[in-house]
C-alpha cells in the first residue's frame, strides 16, 4: 500500500508573466515528484510549462552548488576549493570593506536581476546597498523599453484582465510568443477560439510555436512595427472605422494624429515592414472590425533601439478604435501598477541616499571595462555581489562583459545555484537555495493574483537563501536596519499588511488573492494614467526618460536601428528558447536534448545565394564579435532575417564565445533598455568541422 501523495501550493517563481500557482508532489523532506499547474486559479487553469512540470530534474541536479568555494587558480580557470560558509562571508565582507575604504563606497556594486521574482528574495539585496551607500542599479535589461513605451500613452501599469482573452474575438499576439513564452496565454486564446470562434493573429518576424497557431501570421522585418501600427491606424481613419466620440473623451490630440497618418498608409508601411500592401490590409481589416479585439503585446518587438516608440504606436490602436470599452478587447502588457506594495522594510528605503551613483545593469561590460560614461559621476567598480542573475551570458556585448569580469582588480562573489557562466569567474561562491526551499512571496505580472510560495522541503549541502545572505553580510559589514533581523516570513508578512493585503497566514490558507482591478478602472473607462485623464497620442516623453528629445512626437516608424547594411546584411533576432528560460534550465538535460545545439534560421533563399545546406557551420559577426553555430534553412520569415533562440550557455558555443558577444549594450531611448533583437550581423560559411568531414 503507497501512501498519498502530499501535494503542496507553491508558485513558480522564474522570470516569467504566468507566475503560475503550482501544486508539488512532496515526497519526503528533501524530495519533490512532479509539479502540477493549480487548477482552481482561474489564470493559471491546471496549466504549466514542461520545464517545471519537471522541476524535480532541476531541484535535484546532481550537479547544484553545495558547498562555499574559492576560487584556488587563476581568473576563469574553474578551479575553486570548498570553504566554509563563516570564511566565505568574512572574505567578501573583508573585501567590500577594503574596497570602500579604498575607492569609496560606490565601488562595491550589488547586482541583482529575476532569476527568482520573490520580493522579498530577490529585492533584499536593495536594503544591504542602501545601508552600505553602495551603488545603485537601473534595471533595464528587460522591461525598461515595455515600461517607457507603455507609461507614454497609457500613463498606468495596467489593462483588460488578461482572462478576459477568453472573451474574446480577436486576439492579437504581437511581438511574443506565449507558446513558449508564457504557455497560460495560450489556454485562454484556446478557450475564446472553441467557444467563440475567435482568430489569433501573430506579429513576429519568424514563424514560431504561437505563429504556428495562427488565422494571420504577419512576419515583419524586425523593427518596424511602429509603421505596421501607423499604417492599420491610417487605415481605420481612412475606412471610417475610427471611433471619434471615444477618442474626443479619451485622448489629447486626435486631429493632429488623423493629419500625421495621411502619409503613413500601407504602401509607405509595406516598404519599411516588409509585408505586402494586402497583408496590411488583411489585418487591419479584421481589427477594426473586430469590436471584442485584445492585443497582448510581448517583449520581442521592444528588445529595440525603436522599442518604446513602437510600444507606444501599438497602444495607440486600440484608442484610435476605441476598443478599450469592450470586454475582451483593448490591449495588456503588464500588471505591476496593481499591486501597490510597501517595500520599505524588504528595500530599506529609509536608507536610501538618492545621491549614490545609478549604474545602468545591461552596460555591466562598460562599467567593469570603465567605459567612463556607463560609469557616471562615480568610481571605477572594484566589487561584486551577483544575485539571481547570469550576466556573463545574458548581458549584451558578452565580450566586454567577461573582459570585465576577468579583471585582477575586480572582486566578484556570486551566489547561484549552479556554476554558471558567471560563477565561473567570481572569486567566492555560494551555494543558493531553489524557490521549494524557502519562503517567498509573489505577484504577477500577467495576472493579477499574489502568492505565498513557502519552504517544502531542506536544501542540498549547506546552500542558503538570499536573505541569509543579507543577513550574513549585514552583521560582517555593520549595516544596521530592522529587516536584517526579521525572517522572510515575517518580511512577507509585514510587507502584505503594511501594503494594504490580507497577512501571510490568510494567503497561505486561502492560496491566492486576485487583486484584479474592477473592469472600469482595468478598461480605463474612469480615464487613463495621466493626470489629464486621457490616452497621449502625443506623449511628453520628458516625463519618462532624459534620452526624450529625439523621440517621435506622434506615433511613427522611428529609424534608427541598426540597420542592414551592405557589411552586414542580416537583421538578427535572438529570440526565447522554448525548453531554457533565459539560461535557466540549460543545465538539465532534458532541454538540452530538446534544443540540440545553437542555431542559425535562415531563410532558404538566402542558403541557396550563399550555398548552404541546413546543419552547416555558419560564422556570424559585427564589429563587436564573431560566433559560430550550425545553420537551420527554413522559412516562414523574410530573406535577409535570421533567429537565433537563446540563450545557451557560452561554453555550448565553439570557442565558448556565446550569443551576445554580439549583441550591443547601446542605451535605447528614452530612458535605457538593452536592444537584444536590434543586431545587424554578416554571415559567412565555415568549413565543417574535422569530425563532421570524417563522416
Ligand atoms: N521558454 C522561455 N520562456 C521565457 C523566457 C525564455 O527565455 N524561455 N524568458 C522569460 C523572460 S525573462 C521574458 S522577459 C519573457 C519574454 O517573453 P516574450 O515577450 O515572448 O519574449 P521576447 O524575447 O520578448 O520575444 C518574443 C517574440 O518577439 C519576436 N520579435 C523579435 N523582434 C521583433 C520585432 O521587431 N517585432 C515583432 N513584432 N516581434 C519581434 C521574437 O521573434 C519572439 O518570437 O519570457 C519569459 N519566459
Ligand atoms: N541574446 C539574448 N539575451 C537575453 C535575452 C534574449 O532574449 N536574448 N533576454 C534577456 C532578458 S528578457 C532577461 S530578463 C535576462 C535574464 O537573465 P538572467 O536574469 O541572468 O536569467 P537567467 O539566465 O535565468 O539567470 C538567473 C540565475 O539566477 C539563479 N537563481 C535563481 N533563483 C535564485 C535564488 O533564489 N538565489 C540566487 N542567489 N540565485 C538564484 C539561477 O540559478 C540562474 O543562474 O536575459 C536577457 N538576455
Ligand atoms: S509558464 Fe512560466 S510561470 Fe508557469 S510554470 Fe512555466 S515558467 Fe513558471
Ligand atoms: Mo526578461
Known amino acids: 500500500m503507497t501512501a498519498a501523495i502530499d501535494r503542496r501550493s507553491s508558485v513558480c517563481p522564474h522570470d516569467c508573466p504566468s507566475t503560475c500557482a ?5 515526497l519526503d523532506g528533501n524530495r519533490i515528484g512532479r509539479v502540477h499547474g493549480a487548477a482552481a486559479n482561474s489564470y493559471t487553469a491546471g496549466v504549466i510549462c514542461a520545464k517545471v512540470a ?10 547544484r552548488l553545495t558547498q562555499p568555494l574559492m576560487r584556488s587558480g587563476p581568473k576563469g580557470s574553474g578551479q575553486f576549493r570548498e570553504i566554509t560558509w563563516d570564511e566565505a562571508l568574512d572574505r567578501t565582507a573583508a573585501a567590500f570593506i577594503d574596497v570602500a575604504e579604498t575607492h569609496g563606497s560606490e565601488a562595491v556594486w550589488p547586482y541583482y536581476y529575476a532569476g527568482t521574482m520573490g520580493l522579498v528574495q530577490r529585492d533584499g539585496i536593495n536594503r544591504l546597498r542602501h545601508a552600505m551607500r553602495y551603488s545603485r542599479q537601473q534595471n533595464t535589461i528587460c522591461t525598461a523599453l515595455c515600461e517607457a513605451g507603455w507609461m507614454a500613452g497609457v500613463g498606468r501599469f495596467t489593462g483588460p484582465d488578461p482572462r478576459e482573452m477568453a472573451k474574446s474575438d480577436l486576439v492579437v499576439v504581437w511581438g511574443g510568443n506565449p507558446v513558449s513564452t508564457q504557455v497560460n ?3 485562454h486564446i484556446t478557450h475564446a477560439r472553441k467557444e467563440r470562434g475567435a482568430k489569433l493573429v501573430v506579429i513576429d518576424p ?9 488565422d494571420m501570421h504577419l512576419a515583419l522585418r524586425p523593427g518596424t512595427d511602429g509603421a505596421l501600427a501607423c499604417a492599420v491606424m491610417h487605415i481605420a481613419f481612412r475606412d471610417g472605422h475610427a471611433d471619434r466620440a471615444y477618442m474626443a473623451q479619451y485622448s489629447d490630440v486626435p486631429a493632429e494624429l488623423e493629419a500625421h497618418l495621411r502619409s503613413r498608409g500601407p504602401e509607405w508601411a509595406s516598404a519599411i515592414t516588409g509585408l505586402t500592401v494586402a497583408e496590411i490590409e488583411a489585418f487591419a481589416r479584421l481589427y477594426c472590425a473586430t469590436e471584442r479585439a485584445y492585443i497582448r503585446t510581448g517583449y520581442g518587438f521592444t528588445r529595440m533601439r525603436n522599442g518604446a516608440a513602437a510600444l507606444h504606436a501599438v497602444t495607440c490602436l486600440p484608442t484610435v478604435t476605441g476598443k478599450w470599452r469592450h470586454e475582451g478587447g483593448g490591449a495588456f502588457w503588464n500588471n505591476r501598477g496593481i499591486y501597490n506594495w510597501n517595500k520599505s522594510l524588504v528595500e530599506g528605503w529609509d536608507l536610501r541616499d538618492p545621491t549614490t551613483r545609478v549604474l545602468d545593469m545591461s552596460r555591466i561590460g562598460s562599467v567593469l571595462t570603465g567605459v567612463r560614461e556607463a560609469l557616471g559621476s562615480g568610481p571605477q567598480v ?10 556573463v551570458t545574458v548581458a549584451p556585448d558578452s565580450n566586454r562583459v567577461r573582459r570585465g569580469f576577468l579583471r585582477e582588480d575586480l572582486f566578484t562573489c556570486v551566489h547561484e545555484q549552479f556554476m554558471t557562466d558567471t560563477a565561473l569567474l567570481a572569486d567566492i561562491v555560494l551555494p543558493a537555495t531553489m524557490f521549494m526551499e524557502h519562503d517567498d512571496v509573489y505577484q504577477a505580472g500577467g495576472h493579477s493574483h499574489i502568492q505565498i510560495g513557502p519552504k517544502l522541503i531542506e536544501p542540498p549541502g549547506t546552500c542558503r537563501s538570499n536573505h541569509e545572505v543579507h543577513q550574513g553580510l549585514a552583521r560582517r559589514l555593520g549595516a544596521v536596519h530592522p529587516g536584517f533581523a526579521m525572517s522572510a516570513m515575517e518580511l512577507v508578512d509585514q510587507m502584505l499588511t503594511s501594503s494594504g493585503w490580507p497577512n501571510a497566514a490568510t494567503v497561505l490558507e486561502r492560496r491566492w488573492v486576485d487583486v484584479q482591478p474592477k473592469f472600469d478602472d482595468a478598461h480605463f473607462l474612469n480615464g487613463f494614467g495621466h493626470p489629464d485623464k486621457k490616452f497621449h ?14 523621440m517621435p512626437k506622434l506615433p511613427d516608424h522611428f529609424a534608427i536601428i541598426d540597420d542592414a547594411a551592405p557589411s552586414r546584411p542580416f537583421r538578427m533576432v535572438t529570440a526565447p528558447a522554448r525548453s531554457f528560460l533565459n539560461t535557466s534550465f540549460t543545465e538539465v538535460p532534458q532541454s538540452q536534448k530538446r534544443e540540440h545545439r545553437p542555431t542559425a534560421m535562415i531563410h532558404p533563399d538566402d542558403a541557396a545565394r550563399l550555398g548552404l545546406e541546413d546543419g552547416d557551420r555558419v560564422r556570424l559577426g559585427n564589429e563587436r564579435g564573431e560566433v559560430v553555430v550550425h545553420a537551420h534553412v527554413i522559412g516562414g520569415m523574410q530573406p535577409g532575417v535570421i533567429i537565433v533562440e537563446s540563450v545557451w550557455p557560452n561554453a555550448a558555443f565553439e570557442g565558448g564565445i556565446g550569443i551576445n558577444a554580439l549583441t550591443s549594450d547601446e542605451p535605447a531611448p528614452p530612458m535605457g533598455g538593452a536592444v537584444f533583437h536590434d543586431t545587424s550581423v554578416w554571415l559567412r560559411a565555415e568549413a ?8
Open 22 to 26: 503550482l501544486e508539488v508532489e512532496v
Open 54 to 63: 519537471r522541476y524535480a530534474d532541476r531541484i535535484h541536479h546532481p550537479d
Open 185 to 187: 496565454v495560450m489556454v
Open 206 to 214: 519568424y514563424r514560431t510555436g504561437t505563429a504556428q497557431h495562427a
Open 382 to 391: 572594484h566589487a561584486l555581489l551577483v544575485q539571481n542573475t547570469n550576466p
Open 537 to 550: 497620442f502625443a506623449p511628453d516623453w520628458s516625463r519618462i526618460g532624459p534620452d526624450h528629445a529625439r
Open 688 to 695: 565543417a568541422v574535422l569530425a563532421d568531414a570524417a563522416e
